[in-house]
């Protein structure tokens, strides 16, 4: 808005408002042809991937019917075929969980180290190294899991099993220690700790520093400017990584098939060894696989693809709804 200002008839100045209407240039109107292109291309891309699992996955599904999502049973090639889902799926989520539960404090407490308690020359260093975890590949990790993490951790499981065994998810029915969801979830938590810490560090780092020394001069603490301005103000960000996070544990493919031998059964008991997840299990399963094995396969993608968006929309509410909370708070 500009102001000009007139003359009233008995001498007195008034402002009058002008509207600017900015007429836009060809070269405004391509680029913005441009962007909103850009952006309904990525509905066309995520459209078209959710058509082509639905087409390919239609068989299998509609031999299978409802049963698909509620069988613990994977034998496509037979006559009539049993195959299902609910096993892997069940795995799926206990390995994001254990992941999630294990990455969120690390990845939050270094991000706020970085931010308001390492000095400059050491907080780079960090944040590279943080960084540098994502170009690690997942072959790598899966690897260093099986090869060298799981013996070193049957202390850890024995300790939990004889202590917390009373949780049902530390209890183990057999003594038997290796390769199991706990040992996977610390491998993939490792994954997403990178993602969920760079995250929260770019939000805390958009705390108005007015406020923290505000906090700070008013006679507060370090940790109390941290509880009361930095966490508070971060909360949907942080959400928000946390939901990356778990939507990215969710997919991981390689590492879980390095680790996991494949069983069909709900259990649980996180320590013992065994377990599966949707994504292995179609890495482990797709080279051999006949066609209605293949059938069958892309069909669990399908539901693996459908518990990611829900998990994504989910979050999206989520964090909507902390920033309206936050914005009636201040």
């Known amino acids: 808005m500009l102001v000009a200002v007139t003359t009233l008839p008995d001498?007195?100045?008034?402002?009058?408002?002008?509207?600017?209407?900015?007429?836009?240039?060809?070269?405004?109107?391509?680029?913005?042809?441009?962007?909103?292109?850009?952006?309904?291309s990525v509905l066309a891309i995520l459209g078209l991937i959710f058509l082509f699992l639905f087409m390919e996955a239609w068989p299998a599904l509609h031999q299978a019917g409802w049963s698909f999502?509620?069988?613990?049973?994977?034998?496509?090639?037979?006559?009539?075929?049993?195959?299902?889902?609910?096993?892997?799926?069940?795995?799926?989520l206990v390995i994001a969980l254990v992941a999630l539960a294990i990455a969120l404090p690390v990845a939050v407490g270094s991000?706020?180290?970085?931010?308001e308690y390492a000095p400059r020359w050491l907080a780079r260093p960090l944040v590279t190294m943080i960084d540098l975890l994502a170009a690690i590949p997942s072959l790598i990790y899966g690897m260093w899991g099986l090869y060298w993490l799981s013996p070193r951790l049957n202390g850890t499981s024995r300790w939990l099993t004889d202590h917390l065994g009373f949780i049902p998810i530390f209890h183990t029915s057999r003594r038997v220690f290796g390769s199991s969801m706990f040992v996977c979830g610390i491998v993939v938590a490792l994954m997403i700790l990178p993602i969920?810490?760079?995250?929260?560090?770019?939000?805390?780092a958009q705390v108005p520093r007015t406020t923290c020394e505000g906090?700070?001069?008013?006679?507060?603490?370090?940790?109390?400017?941290v509880r009361r301005v930095i966490l508070p103000f971060g909360r949907s960000g942080m959400v928000g990584a946390a939901?990356?996070?778990?939507?990215?544990?969710?997919g991981e493919t390689i590492a879980v098939a390095l680790i996991l031998s494949i069983n069909f059964q709900i259990?649980?008991?996180?320590?013992?060894?065994?377990?599966?997840?949707?994504?292995?299990?179609?890495?482990?399963?797709?080279?051999?696989?006949?066609?209605a094995g293949r059938k069958a396969l892309v069909a669990a993608g399908l539901v693996l693809f459908v518990v990611t968006?829900?998990?994504?929309?989910?979050?999206?509410?989520?964090?909507?709804?902390?920033?309206?909370?936050r914005g009636l708070v201040d």
């Not at 991000?111 to 931010?115: D, G, H, I, K, S």
């Not at 939901?243 to 969710?250: E, I, N, P, W």
């Open 196 to 204: 969920i810490a760079s995250v929260t560090r770019e939000v805390f």
């Open 11 to 40: 001498g007195v100045a008034a402002p009058v408002r002008r509207r600017i209407v900015a007429s836009p240039t060809r070269a405004d109107r391509a680029f913005q042809a441009l962007v909103i292109g850009a952006a309904w």
């Open 309 to 325: 968006l829900i998990v994504n929309m989910v979050a999206r509410v989520v964090v909507n709804r902390s920033r309206s909370s």
């Open 111 to 115: 991000a706020l180290y970085v931010n």
């Open 267 to 291: 259990t649980p008991h996180i320590l013992e060894p065994g377990g599966g997840s949707v994504a292995a299990h179609i890495a482990n399963q797709f080279p051999e696989a006949g066609l």
């Open 69 to 92: 999502l509620v069988r613990f049973q994977w034998f496509p090639d037979l006559t009539p075929p049993v195959f299902g889902v609910a096993a892997l799926l069940v795995g799926t």
């Open 215 to 225: 906090a700070l001069a008013l006679g507060g603490t370090r940790w109390g400017m």
């Open 243 to 250: 939901m990356l996070g778990l939507g990215r544990a969710l």
